[in-house]
């Protein structure tokens, strides 16, 4: 692999804006400043504004995939591929609530497939665990999972599912149990927690978020309206300082001076963007999912208004990554994975991409 030069591009780093050349060896990044010489491959990022890949925490397929039914290896694969093209170097699979039989078929199928192939000579988006968006869900808010398969949370039935997986991130409802001993034993095996198609009331949030759990699942949505009597988990998740909401920007989900508000309330720095990306999508108007990808959602909101463009890659990179401990991605550092995207400037669509110090296109 030869050693790369990215030349001519303005990078956005957490700190600043920096017109500057960025330099690769092998698959990490060694420098953002100096010049080339020697036997370097050169990218020209002139027009372009240089950031690190994104990291969607909430993918449950795409136009070609379906992971909630029987996806092969190929639907798989199209799907990494998809979402390298739109500047996703990064993703959790998703799994909602399905007969247990069936959910622990295809996580066994994505952990053997996905988890751990050479992403960079594949193509790929990097599978780096498995979210399961259920099935310890509320039968109140059950959105598009099916109420005949969700199961009462217990650390049992959560020990039967998650054992021996690459489970990484679990969306529950804490209310179905009250000595918080599943978000307890999840935690303990190394699994991050997200309150999520929930019914909980502010006080039962508040215990959920004691006991660790840190994140929020599509925050308004499948969740409690915020009310002025009788606050409920979207309010507790606000006004908590521990907890990081993550929200679907498509303009669907939730309007755009309502993710302005979580923002002005949460702070950049406790925001993430998905894209809750599914095979079915908004088709007719439903919301089953969404139909955007994360580079969409970036520019969402910064055509809203809402954040600058510097803000959004971070709620769509530094804080996913960091939100589920994995500090070799989602900056642009010397030693960091040359996970990178190179964005047009005037159109913010993805021009070109870097996966692990390989040029894709």
Request: with cysteine; charged share 20%.
């Amino acid at each position: 692999m030869a050693d790369l030069a990215i030349k001519g591009g303005e990078v956005v780093t957490l700190l600043a804006h920096e017109r500057t050349n960025l330099f690769v060896k092998g698959d990490r990044i060694s420098a953002l400043r100096g010049h080339c010489d020697g036997d370097w491959q050169v990218l020209d990022a002139s027009g372009t504004i240089i950031t690190p890949g994104l990291f969607d925490l909430q993918v449950n397929g795409g136009t070609d995939c379906n992971l909630w039914a029987d996806p092969s290896n190929e639907d798989i694969r199209k799907l990494g591929c998809n979402l390298l093209k739109h500047g996703v170097t990064s993703y959790l699979p998703t799994l909602i609530t399905d007969e247990v039989g069936h959910l622990k078929k295809n996580m066994r199928h994505l952990s053997e497939y996905g988890l751990g192939i050479d992403e960079a000579k594949s193509g790929a988006s990097t599978m780096l665990g498995l979210h399961l968006e259920g099935p310890f869900l509320s039968p109140d808010k059950p959105g598009v999972h099916p109420p005949k398969h969700l199961l009462p949370l217990t650390a049992s039935a959560v020990n039967d599912l998650v054992n021996g997986s690459k489970v990484s991130l679990m969306t529950l409802a804490p209310e179905l149990e009250n000595n918080g001993e599943s978000i307890k034993a999840l935690i303990g095996k190394g699994v991050h927690v997200a309150l999520g198609h929930s019914n909980a009331t502010f006080e039962e949030a508040q215990n959920a978020f004691d006991a660790g759990v840190k994140l929020m699942t599509h925050t308004f949505n499948a969740l409690p309206a915020v009310k002025h009597r009788g606050p409920g988990a979207v309010v507790a998740a606000m006004l908590n300082d521990s907890v990081t909401c993550c929200v679907i920007a498509d303009g669907l989900h939730v309007d755009p001076p309502v993710v302005k508000l979580l923002m002005r309330v949460k702070g950049v720095d406790k925001v993430i963007l998905v894209s809750d990306a599914a095979h079915i999508g908004t088709t007719g108007g439903v919301l089953v999912g969404s139909s955007i990808t994360l580079d969409q959602a970036v520019k969402n909101v910064v055509d809203w208004g809402v954040a600058s463009f510097a803000e959004a890659i971070t709620m769509a990179s530094y804080n996913p990554a960091r939100a589920m401990g994995f500090d070799e991605i989602g900056e642009l550092a010397p030693g960091k994975i040359a996970d990178i995207v190179l964005w047009d400037r005037e159109t913010l669509t993805v021009k070109h991409v870097v996966k692990s110090g390989q040029v894709i296109f």
